[in-house]
């Protein structure tokens, strides 16, 4: 489904802030995999994101996706195959436009050929359809402005444009960081069953540790720009974040050591 290999980027080459992003960064996602990854600020999770979803340039390696190579691909054809969902419940939406609108906008965003741009009640009817599975009333509220919804509406929202449109690969990009404790686990809610109802491979960026535990098949941890850690969760196997957090302790460790 999605393969990074051997993936390389460095930032200010040759000046005194350079900086190596990425450092050989390989793994694969199986198609219906969600996976959850982990890691300090610097990891190289970002720039990770930015390189799948294309909106940035690597240096080297290859990214691929159902065995085609779009490493060079750029964002707004990628956009075919990848969709996004962002920390900042406003980005990639119009706050102007109505919820209706915005889905709309979602649904062409791939189209190259003009077509007429319509609200039809045919579309209408498929929009209450997908956001009635998050379970929030938001199928009733087509008409109302992203800009008068609250940060979890509007992520919500979000995240049934970009699962909606069914990409082979669903970005989740710390979606619900800006997001207090209550709403964010709401939002977490309406992940699952948005990511369950539309069949999505899901790879999902957190700090949050416990939702590393609660969800997802697997958990990868980044550091240095590489994979330091996998972790294939089993239903008999008892994570706690004291675990996590031990494996970050003994990882470092190891870096500490071979540095």
């Known amino acids: 489904m999605l393969s990074i290999v051997d993936v ?26 969600f996976v959850v990854v982990i890691g300090s600020n610097g990891a190289g999770k970002s720039t990770m994101l930015n390189a799948v ?39 990639g939406t119009a706050a102007s436009m109505t919820i209706a609108e915005n889905m709309l906008l979602a649904e062409l965003r791939d189209q190259t050929r003009k077509i007429k741009i319509a609200l039809t009640q045919q579309r209408l009817q498929n929009y209450r359809e997908r956001l009635s599975v998050l379970g929030l009333g938001l199928e009733n509220r087509l008409g109302s402005r992203m800009d008068l919804l609250s940060g979890g509406q509007r ?24 997001l207090d404790p209550i709403t964010a686990n709401r939002v977490m809610s ?8 539309f069949r999505i491979t899901t790879l999902m960026v957190t700090h949050n540790l416990q939702y590393a535990i609660d969800y997802g098949n697997r958990i990868i941890m980044l550091d240095g720009g590489k994979v330091q850690l996998e972790i294939e969760k089993r239903p008999e196997q008892k994570l706690t974040v004291s675990d996590l957090i031990q494996k970050f302790s003994r990882q470092d ?7």
Do not use: C, W
């Open 155 to 178: 992520q919500s929202v979000s995240l049934v444009m970009a699962a909606g449109g069914k990409p082979d690969i669903l970005l989740l990009d710390e979606h619900t960081a800006a």
């Open 8 to 33: 390389r980027k460095t930032f200010n080459r040759g000046q005194s802030a350079e900086k190596i992003a990425l450092n050989g960064l390989t793994f694969n996602l199986q198609p219906g995999d």
């Open 53 to 91: 979803s294309g909106a940035l340039t690597i240096d080297s390696g290859s990214i691929l996706i159902n065995g085609q190579n779009v490493t060079a691909m750029p964002v707004h054809k990628r956009a075919r195959y990848v969709a996004r969902v962002f920390q900042d419940p406003m980005r």
């Open 253 to 259: 460790d190891r870096l500490l050591l071979r540095n």
């Open 190 to 197: 309406a992940t699952v069953k948005a990511i369950a109802a």
